[in-house]
């Protein structure tokens, strides 16, 4: 407690604590369980920030700081990341994203689609 009161910026410091604690947690419990034994698993522990907008933007900018991360092949090979190698391999990945969607064209389309109206049992 006493590193988070005299921080610089005391708010952040503890989030990063309640991040850290939330990752052990359920790392712990990914690892005890049996709940996902022979899966493929990916937990990604972070950071939301939430930025103030300025004066003409609508909504707030959110920044994800990754933390840690489990990873699990179906054989129940595991090993973790810190901060570092998730970043890391982050920037490792291909910009070709063959399965990427275009968010605005979907919400458009979804605009634009006939209305489906469902009538309740009591009408």
């Not at 952040?12 to 005890?32: G, I, M, P, S």
């Amino acid at each position: 407690m006493p590193w988070i009161v005299s921080s610089k910026f005391p708010l952040l410091t503890a989030a990063k604590a309640n991040t850290q604690v939330e990752f052990d947690r359920t790392y712990r419990t990914l690892v005890n369980g049996d709940a996902y034994h022979g899966k493929r698993l990916i937990f990604i522990s972070g950071l939301n920030v939430d930025i103030s907008p300025h004066r003409y933007q609508v909504f707030p900018l959110t920044k994800f700081v990754p933390w840690a991360a489990f990873v699990q092949d179906n054989n129940d090979h595991c090993f973790l990341l810190e901060q570092e190698d998730i970043v890391g391999r982050l920037f490792e990945q291909s910009e070709y994203k063959p399965d990427e969607i275009d968010l605005e064209a979907v919400i458009r389309k979804m605009e634009d689609a006939e209305e489906i109206r469902i009538k309740l049992c009591d009408e």
